[in-house]
């Protein structure tokens, strides 16, 4: 059995990867590959159009919103949310609150005013900053919600009457949200979603008010919007990838039931950690992450041996981020209660043995 803890690419449901391949060799009974047949099939837009309806459904969203998988990445929409919705003479507000954040942050320079209003690099980022002032002009406010390298999240989302734009693109779906105090949300689909290649942006409509020329045709989030998604070729792998992920998780009880078990997995990795003498994790309490637990050894020498511990238990991908070192484990939607419980298990076993 393998436990995979990658940050992303990251653990999909093994009957959603079952689904995905056969449906690479026959999709849908049409005795072609999904690979292979048109994204203007009657087939594949079903396809897009029940990952829309369960994406609305899943998360609330009203008729106010809109719903688009774009390509690209979460990093273009770096460029895109500011290009759409910042005006000239407007200014927004960032908060820097790790990797992703700054190059939101230095992408957005590009296209306009951009005011950082709070950053948590002067503790490398082991904290969210909560104590700043939202000037009430600012067009918007750009936050990250979660932080896939350090290991923070927000708990509570600074209350303000500044629209709020938000990578979620580490924690959606993965707790509630209360999708009217945000003007527009982005996501990668590689953690909690699906595979690479598709980003899911929820925007309000009324907040796109450019005037239609005045962007390029691929980055008008109205093009994608009136195109239903299907302005350009969307990714259909990756579309299809999702609307399984998002109904597997419906059928597991939709995001209550998933927040208590991520609840569950975060409680007992973290437990672990301030038990055990050899281990140490160095985010601020309140702000640590439930989807990427990141920590160290005191000893770094033990590093190599650990991880081949680890391995040989099926643990799979534990490595931090290349910037930060030590260890990282992701614990998405996806990850079983079983696959944290091995792994807390073989920290127990390596205390024994070198503690
Ligand atoms: C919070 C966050 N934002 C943005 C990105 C960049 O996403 P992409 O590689 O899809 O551009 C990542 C990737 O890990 C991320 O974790």
Not at 12 to 36: C, K, R
Not at 171 to 191: E, H, M, T, V
Not at 258 to 264: C, E, F, L, S, T
Request: glycine content about 8%.
């Amino acid at each position: 059995m393998k436990y995979n803890f990658y940050a992303g690419p990251a653990i999909l449901p093994h009957e959603v990867i079952e689904a995905s391949a056969s449906a690479v060799l026959d999709f849908e009974g049409t005795g072609l590959s999904l690979l292979e047949i048109s994204h203007r099939s009657k087939e594949f837009v079903s396809v897009m159009d029940e990952a829309i309806s369960l994406v609305k459904s899943l998360l609330n969203i009203n008729d106010d919103y809109a719903v688009i998988f774009l390509g690209g990445g979460a990093s273009t929409q770096f460029s895109m949310v500011p290009i759409n919705l910042l005006h000239a003479g407007r200014k927004a507000a960032y908060v820097d609150t790790g990797t992703w954040a700054s190059k939101a942050i230095k992408d957005g320079k590009v296209y306009g005013d951009i005011e950082v209003i709070a950053s948590s690099k002067d503790k490398n980022y082991s904290y969210i900053p909560k104590e700043f002032q939202i000037n009430p002009d600012f067009q918007y406010l750009h936050l990250t919600s979660n932080n896939t390298i350090y290991g923070t999240q927000y708990k509570e989302f600074p209350v303000t009457d500044v629209p709020i734009v938000c990578d979620m693109s580490s924690d959606i779906f993965s707790r509630p949200i209360d999708i009217n105090r945000f003007d527009l949300i982005y996501a990668g689909a590689q953690k909690n979603l699906g595979p690479a290649g598709t980003t899911l942006v929820i925007v309000k409509k009324s907040a796109l008010t450019k005037s239609s020329g005045s962007i390029g045709a691929m980055l008008d989030y109205n093009n994608h919007i009136n195109g239903a998604s299907m302005y350009n070729t969307p990714p259909v792998f990756p579309v299809f990838v999702s609307m399984l992920t998002l109904r597997w998780l419906v059928k597991n009880g939709g995001i209550e039931a998933i927040q208590r078990k991520n609840d569950a997995k975060s409680s007992l990795l973290y437990a672990e950690l301030d038990r055990n003498s050899l281990f140490y994790n160095s985010i601020s309490r309140e702000d640590r992450s439930d989807m990427n637990v990141s920590f160290h050894l005191y000893n770094t020498e033990l590093d190599d041996v650990f991880l081949t511990r680890c391995k040989e238990a099926g643990c799979i991908g534990l490595a931090g981020h290349r910037s930060v070192g030590g260890f990282r484990t992701s614990i998405y939607n996806a990850m079983s209660i079983e696959g944290v419980q091995v792994l807390t298990e073989v920290m127990k076993d390596f205390e024994d043995s070198h503690g």
